[in-house]
């Protein structure tokens, strides 16, 4: 590791001037915002491109239907059913492309979806009947279509019952046993993939919505906390004010005057001291913490479409940590993940640990590493921010490591703060 190229690019305040208050509950409330370049699957698109995307992807499983377009184009239907053919592929192809478009903008709730499903299952009778085997292709879509539009618990049996109308139907046309196996199977595994996508979607879509619940319940705790220390602080106090303000008051009026400024001056000691306990406590609220900046991260980097990959015993407490420690591997972690906010062009993962070494004296160290698959730093002159956590770091004893990824790709922050147990030499 060197310690050059401290900065990725971004921009801190110094550890010498005190950092403005943020507002992490807020922060945790926000709702992930889903950019172009990626989006979250199960999620309504947002954009007429991530439309426009999935469309692209949906039409590349249209080549079944080069079996249906070669019948049109052989000529043996006459006009009059070539017509009719092709009306009835473009009316199935429009059905399964609005099955497609109206459920991703409207979600699970569009009215004309079984509608439109019934019309593709009556199209593809017809067309198969009407007009030869090679139209048999349709009930692959179809089946799909079934596995994605129907509720879970009916979503299977509507896929095998689609499975089991194409083999009927292949039957009666006397279809070849070497081609009822490419047709019957694939039309099964394709509606049977689409149904286990769909609870992936579902499974994925309760997380995003346990995690806001979960980032409302964090929010709520943390006013709830403030409220019991506020009330805990200035319950007393104010109500020991106000007996000697009355008392004071009543000194007054007995001509007592030395008494009354007695409870004067208790009074205002009282009040100073009093705000010198609301001092320390918003400022132990402004401390920052790993688990709150893990949640503030997560939320951040979904902004910009990075996922982040984090162990769950990273916020757990770490032996021989000490406050000022953890308090500045916090702040580390604030600014290598607005680094990669920032700066980190290209990027779709961020990865965070939280690990010990030791040094050549024998020293332990406690490591926080954030790293990013984005383009690395080029050729980016240092800047504020990284330097600006390599003076906090060296306040409590630790040191900033930096160094770029794999083949020129991506950045890696390393912080390393010493633990407060000593320990032998490593062997």
Known sequence: ?????????????SPTRESRPTDRPTALLA??????????????????????????WMLLWMFYLVYPIEDLAGGRHGTVGTLLGALALA????????????RSVGGDGWRG????????????????????????????????????????????????????????????LHTKSDELGALVLPTFLSGAAMTGLQRLVTTMRELREAREVAAHLAAAEERLRLARDMH??????????????????????????????????????????????????????????????????????????VTLDAPSTLTEEHPGLGGAEAETLAWALREAVTNVVRHAAGATLCTVALDETWDGDG???AVLEVADNGRGPGKSAPGNGLTGLDERLALVGGRLETA?????????????????????RRP
Do not use: N
């Open 232 to 305: 805990d602080l200035l319950g007393h106090s104010l109500s020991l004010i106000t007996l000697k303000s009355e008392l004071a008051g009543r000194f007054m009026d007995a001509g007592k005057d030395d008494q009354a400024r007695a409870q004067v001056a208790d009074i205002e000691q009282v009040a100073r001291q009093s705000l010198t306990d609301v001092r320390s406590a918003v400022s132990g609220y402004r401390k920052p913490s790993l688990s709150v900046e893990l949640a503030a991260a997560r939320t951040a980097l979904a902004t910009t479409g």
């Open 113 to 172: 979806t079984y509608p439109v499903l019934a019309l593709m299952l009556g199209l593809a009778f017809a067309t198969s009947f009407g007009l030869g085997g090679q139209w048999l292709g349709l009930f692959t879509y179809l089946s799909v279509a079934a596995g994605a539009v129907l509720p879970p618990r009916f979503a299977l049996g509507g896929v095998l019952a689609t499975a089991g109308l194409l083999l009927v139907t292949a039957l009666i």
């Open 91 to 102: 009316g199935f192809v429009g059905g399964y492309l609005s099955l497609v478009i109206f």
């Open 363 to 365: 020293a332990r160290f």
């Open 1 to 13: 590791m060197t310690r050059t190229s401290l900065d990725h690019g971004s921009a801190q305040s």
């Open 31 to 56: 709702r992930p915002a889903v950019g172009d370049r990626q989006h979250i699957p199960g999620a309504p698109v947002d954009t007429r491109r991530q439309l426009l995307v999935k469309i692209c």
């Open 404 to 424: 770029t990824g794999r083949h020129g790709r991506g950045f890696t922050v390393r912080a390393l703060v010493p633990l407060g147990l000593t320990a032998a």
